[in-house]
Each structure stands twice: as C-alpha cells, then as structure tokens.
C-alpha cells in the first residue's frame, strides 16, 4: 500500500526567507504526487501536482516542487516566504482512476514569523 | 477549475441524531465522488469512494452502517452520519474528479465541520 511521510509536522521561518518542505512517499508505480494548502477551517486548495513529464513541476502562489524517483521525494520549495503562506501544507499521493484516490501525509503546519 | 461545494459548512448535533452532509459538483457531472475525514490537527484520511448508481466503496475500518453514502444523481452525492456520537466530531471533506479527463486532479469541496455534542 502507499504511504506519505513529511517529517517535519511543524517549521517556522521569516518573512522573505525560502522554504521547502520535505515529501518522502512509498509506492509500487509511477505515482501521481500532489501538494494541497489548507487554511484554519477551510478545505484544500491545489498547489502543484506531477504526473508525468518534467520533473520539477510550477506551482501557484509561487510554489514550485521536485519529483526525484531515486529518493521518492517530493519536496516542495518557495524562494520566498509571505505572511499569508502561514497554513498546513498536505503532501498527498494518487492511486486510482488518475491518481484522485489520495493518501495523505500528515501534514507540516508554517507559522511565517515577521 | 471545477467547483465541489459543501453543505453545511459546520453543523453541531445531539448525540444520537443523524446528520446529512451533501456534496455537489456545480459546473460538471462527477460519476465517482471520494469522502475523507480529518480529526484535530491530523491530516486527512480517506473514508470512501462515492460511485453514481452504485454501492459506496469503503476504506478499512469505517462502518459503512454508520456512515451512509448516496450517489443518486451526478452531481449530489450525500454522507449521513447515523446515531452521531461525540467521536465522530471531525472535518469532513468531499472531492470529484471531472470525468472523461486525463491527468486532472480531484476538486475539494470547503469542508464540513461536525460537532457532536
């Protein structure tokens, strides 16, 4: 079965620095990778997702991520970090009917200090 | 993108009530819905795949008898939380996938937050 870790439940960092957040999955294929943003009480909005192709996938809000197969990672990165970034970042994997059947990790909460 | 809308955005109900949530896809016709459930500071966990016409699909470990899934038409599916106990107090979050599309994702409805009280 496939599984998603994010090692990191909790990072700070300071307006203006860069960030990555760190995405090691397991799984048996190609998989379907996705990274979802998640505000106090709200749902998920997509960041970026790789299903194929190249392997350094664009993202919105200026998130980019790199898929490395070698070391089943999926970090997502931002050269520069905004106040309003500050939210739980969800790594996910897809399986399934284009990879919609998701496995999330448990998540990394940023707090952005000023 | 597509747009899942959720209703209720929160709901609070008396344990041993049942409470309904509904899923709907506004701008296309979704054939599989997915329901998933997020506890406190956890992430989210998948409890079900929704199929249109057809019997839920359920993840190990949920009840399928306490969480009742209805995919009567292709843009409702509904999820009723039976004899709602305080340990069923989560977020509750729906997604679908526009059909007939390759390499697209799963929309997220806004979520429903369940107190049980």
């Known amino acids: 079965a496939q599984s998603v870790t994010q090692p990191d439940i909790h990072i700070t960092v300071s307006e203006g620095a860069s960030l990555e957040l760190r995405c090691n999955y397991s799984y048996g294929a190609t998989p379907y990778l996705f990274w979802y943003v998640q505000s106090p009480g709200q749902g998920l909005q997509l960041l970026l997702k790789y299903f194929s192709g190249d392997t350094l996938v664009q993202g919105i809000k200026g998130f980019e991520a790199e898929f490395k197969r070698s070391q089943s990672s999926f970090n997502l990165r931002k050269p520069s970090v905004h106040w309003s970034d500050a939210a739980e970042y969800f790594c996910a994997v897809g399986v399934g009917n284009a990879g919609n059947m998701l496995t999330f990790g448990g998540g990394t909460r940023l707090m952005v200090k000023p | 993108g597509a747009v899942v809308s959720q209703h209720p955005s929160w709901v609070i109900c008396k344990s041993g009530t049942s409470v309904k949530i509904e899923c709907r896809s506004l701008d296309f016709q979704a054939t599989t819905m997915f329901w998933y459930r997020q506890f406190p500071k956890q992430s989210l966990m998948l409890m079900a795949t929704?199929?249109?016409?057809?019997?839920?699909?359920?993840e190990q470990g949920v009840e399928k008898d306490k969480f009742l899934i209805n995919h009567a038409s292709l843009t409702l599916s509904t999820l009723t939380v039976t004899s709602a106990h305080p340990e069923d107090s989560s977020f509750y979050i729906c997604?679908?996938?526009?059909?007939?599309?390759?390499?697209?994702?799963?929309?997220f409805g806004q979520g429903t937050r369940l107190t049980v009280v």
């Open positions: 997604s679908a996938r526009v059909p007939g599309t390759v390499n697209t994702e799963a929309f």
């Open positions: 929704s199929n249109e016409g057809s019997k839920a699909t359920y």
